[in-house]
Every structure is written in C-alpha cells, then in structure tokens.
C-alpha cells in the first residue's frame, strides 16, 4: 500500500466519521420561557462618542 492511498483511505474515513450525526436524548432542546430587556440610558451619538474615545486610546 502507498502512502497515497493511506491518505486517500484516512481521509475517507474521517470525513464519514465528521459528517455522520449522533443525536441522543442529551442533546434534546430545553424550553425556556421569560423576557430580555435593556436601556443603556444613552444616545446614540453619546455611544459613538465614547466608541471614538475608547478607539483613540
């Protein structure tokens, strides 16, 4: 055997590995309820100036 089909073969078979998908009862999705908000409390124009600021330091 070659070292070309070595590679061929290992390469064949790690992608048959990597593209197979094992799900199992662990994987399952939890559902979560409730709400997110936020206030920056600040302007736009009052965050692009502290983003210049911070960039110029």
């Known amino acids: 055997m070659g070292m070309g089909n070595f590679d061929e073969a290992e390469h064949e078979r790690r992608e ?5 998908v094992d799900a199992t009862s662990d994987d399952t ?3 979560y309820r409730g709400s997110v908000s936020y206030d920056s409390g600040e302007s736009t124009e009052a ?3 502290q983003f210049e600021q911070m960039k110029s330091d």
């Open 29 to 31: 999705r939890t559902q």
């Open 16 to 20: 048959a590995k990597h593209s197979s």
């Open 47 to 49: 965050l692009l100036d």
